[in-house]
């Protein structure tokens, strides 16, 4: 289960992949496990330059069986409590770190 995220000011987030192994999404499909790193200091977004001479180096994409994200939102890929998409993009809206994969129910 990858989790690729946007989120850059968050403890957990390593090179647009999300390291911890288990996140919940709100019902707002907000991430609930957001962390400020405490010297709120930002990763460079070098998202945009993907595509340029030279790409910025992203973390592996970790195609974990140990990954979980438990969800409260009304999601087509929700099962019961628990995402059963292959993976999820969080991006930041509005200041907040939000599922952009989720589809509604
Ligand atoms: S905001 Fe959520 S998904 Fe993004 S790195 Fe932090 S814990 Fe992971
Ligand atoms: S894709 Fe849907 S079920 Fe999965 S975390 Fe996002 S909102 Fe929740």
New binding site residues.
Partial sequence: MDIICRERTCVYNKGFSCSKRKIL?GDK?NCTDYEKKPDLKELEDTSREVFGPTPPKYHAHRESKKGC?H?E?K????NEQT?E?NG?TINKLNGKPL?V???KE
Avoid: D, E, K, M
């Avoid at 999601?75 to 929700?78: A, D, T």
């Fill in positions: 999404i499909i994200i969800c939102a999601c087509l890929f929700r995402c998409a999820i599922c994969t989720y589809f």
